[in-house]
């Protein structure tokens, strides 16, 4: 690629499921991409695992000096959906967004997610609907992106439940 110092990051949507296929294609025409990946836990037959997932599934970035390199050649790659536009021009991506998603990753290249939540461990909470409706429990801490451990007090002791956040509620 050309002086990456006079590129700008770019984002460019891909076809369902076509990243990888957008991003390899690509690269071979020239382009710098920015492809952020972050692990995805799954669960599947009393097994957990890890595999890697875009961190914005459709969409990567794309360094280009629209000075010197052909961007409408983006447009047409196979894997790609289209290049974001404001009309006719490319939309550019503010300059400090890259280096900070670079910036969460670990060692091994990925996004490292940091589940907000929002509760901190030992606060009081109640249960809004399901088989628990209106117990009241303690946090225990986050399980996933949208599931939250509680202790509820259950025939004399406390047992561990993995509800969803949306569930949960300060008490």
Partial sequence: ???????????????????????????RQGFEI????YLKRRCHARRTDFTAK????RYMFVAIDVTTQRWRSVQSTFG?????????KPMTVPESVIPALKAREDAKGFV????????APGDKVR???GA???NAGLFDGMADHDR????????????RVQLDTDLVAAA
Avoid: C, H
């Fill in 112 to 119: 490292k997610m940091n589940p907000l939540s929002p509760f």
């Fill in 127 to 129: 249960v809004l609907a």
């Fill in 80 to 88: 790609v959906a289209g290049l974001l536009t404001n009309g006719d």
């Fill in 1 to 27: 690629m050309s002086d990456i110092s006079s590129a700008r990051w770019y984002v460019v949507q891909t076809q369902v499921n076509g990243e990888a296929r957008a991003a390899e294609n690509l690269r």
């Fill in 148 to 159: 939250v451990y509680i202790l509820l007090e259950l025939l004399g002791r406390k047992v």
């Fill in 132 to 134: 628990f409706m209106e």
């Fill in 34 to 37: 920015y492809l952020p990946l």
């Fill in 54 to 57: 875009p961190l914005f599934p």
